[in-house]
């Protein structure tokens, strides 16, 4: 069985959005912003909010994926492409094609975390996995991570307090292996 993780993107105070991917903004001639949202992956850019991306453009992504992973068959194990509408817990909304990730909950306090896993682990044949995320808005407090979960950690806790789970935490910059208590890893991070 696999045994491979997720991605895993986390809140546990006030409206903090993550967006899957890379976010970027187009502009205008004039230097104004356009409303078109676009996720970024590798070389290229597609557009979001459309029911599904052109039969093109899954091919153009298709064919990078294959250069990036060429060790992954993706009709065995497919790669990771978006988050899970099934895998959250109910503090977590997603849109944009499930590519961007809204913080529903009240944030008072660390019982209000709450996770989002993508639709698919990282085969274990990639090796090397690279991913990003943008931090579109910090909410109030901007107690927020990112890491990695086997399936079955729970998804009402930040990334790394439980077994099976990492994580790195954007307000102390702390890194959390299977364990409440955090090292120090790297710096702070927040909305950008």
Same mark, same amino acid.
């Given at each position: ?32 912003? @356009? @409303?078109?949202? %676009? ?104 107690? %927020? ?9 729970? %998804? ?37």
């Amino acid at each position: 069985s696999q045994q491979s993780l997720s991605l895993s993107a986390h809140s546990s105070r006030g409206l903090t959005r993550v967006s899957g991917w890379k976010q970027t903004e187009n502009r205008t001639p004039t230097g104004g912003q @356009e @409303e078109k949202n %676009m996720a970024e992956l590798g070389a290229g850019s597609l557009p979001l909010g459309e029911p599904a991306f052109s039969y093109q453009q899954e091919q153009e992504l298709n064919e990078r994926l294959k250069r990036l992973y060429p060790a992954v068959n993706e009709e065995e194990t497919p790669l990771p492409r978006s988050w899970s509408p099934k895998d959250k817990y109910s503090y977590i909304g997603l849109s944009q094609n499930n590519l961007r990730v809204h913080y529903k909950g009240h944030g008072k306090n660390h019982k209000d975390a709450a996770s989002v896993r993508a639709t698919h682990p990282i085969p274990a044949a990639c090796g090397i996995y690279y991913f990003e995320v943008k931090i579109v808005s910090k909410g109030r407090d901007g107690y %927020m991570g990112i890491g990695l979960s086997a399936q079955g950690v729970n %998804m009402n806790r930040l990334p790394g307090w439980d077994k099976h789970s990492y994580g790195y935490h954007g307000d102390d910059g702390h890194s959390f292996c299977s364990s409440g208590t955090g090292q120090p890893y790297g710096p702070t991070f927040t909305t950008g």
